[in-house]
C-alpha cells in the first residue's frame, strides 16, 4: 500500500549488520552495511497494482564522502544514487528515487558501490 514502510533492519542484510548506537532511526535501528563494495539490503515489496511509485530511502552518513548505492528492482539496475553526507550519524536524511513495480511481489535491492559501503539505511517508504 501507498506509505507504506518497510525497516531495514527487518530485511535481508548481506555483508551488514542491525545496530542501534546512534539516535533518530525509526523502528528498532537500522543497518550499518560493511565498508565494501557489494554489501547490501534487500527488501521484500508487495503491490496490488503495478507501475510508477516513488521509493524513499532514509539514511545516516556521518562521513564527508559520498557513499553511493546501486538501486535494483526485482534484478534490474534503475540508477545508482548518491548518499552524501548528513552531518553525523544521528541525522536522517531522505533520498528518493522514481522505480517501477510490478503486481505483487517485488524485491528492492540497495548495494555499496563503492570500498566505503552503503550508508547506515533506516528504513525505504514506497509512496
Ligand atoms: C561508524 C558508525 C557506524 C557506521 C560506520 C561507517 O562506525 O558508528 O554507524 O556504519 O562508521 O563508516 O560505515
Same mark, same amino acid.
Given at each position: 500500500?501507498?506509505?507504506?514502510? *518497510?525497516q531495514?533492519e527487518? !530485511?535481508?542484510?548481506?555483508q551488514g549488520?542491525a545496530?542501534? %548506537?546512534? +539516535?533518530?532511526? @525509526? ?6 552495511y560493511d565498508?565494501?563494495v ?5 527488501f521484500?515489496v ?11 530511502i532514509? *539514511?545516516?552518513?556521518g562521513? !564527508? ?8 528492482? %526485482?534484478? +534490474?539496475?534503475? @540508477? ?8 553525523n550519524?544521528?541525522?536522517?536524511v531522505d533520498?528518493t528515487?522514481p ?5 505483487g511481489?517485488?524485491?528492492i535491492r540497495l548495494?555499496a558501490?563503492?570500498a566505503?559501503g552503503?550508508p547506515?539505511?533506516?528504513r525505504i517508504t514506497?509512496?
Amino acid at each position: 500500500p501507498v506509505g507504506t514502510e *518497510y525497516q531495514a533492519e527487518d !530485511a535481508t542484510i548481506s555483508q551488514g549488520v542491525a545496530e542501534s %548506537n546512534h +539516535t533518530g532511526f @525509526t523502528g528498532t535501528g537500522f543497518v550499518n552495511y560493511d565498508n565494501l563494495v557489494g554489501s547490501y539490503v534487500e527488501f521484500a515489496v508487495n503491490t496490488a497494482a503495478a507501475g510508477a511509485r516513488t521509493l524513499t530511502i532514509r *539514511y545516516a552518513n556521518g562521513t !564527508a564522502v559520498n557513499r553511493p548505492m546501486e538501486v535494483t528492482v %526485482n534484478g +534490474t539496475t534503475v @540508477t545508482t544514487q548518491s548518499f552524501p553526507a548528513t552531518t553525523n550519524w544521528d541525522t536522517w536524511v531522505d533520498g528518493t528515487i522514481p522505480v517501477n513495480l510490478q503486481t505483487g511481489a517485488n524485491t528492492i535491492r540497495l548495494t555499496a558501490t563503492t570500498a566505503g559501503g552503503g550508508p547506515n539505511v533506516d528504513r525505504i517508504t514506497l509512496g
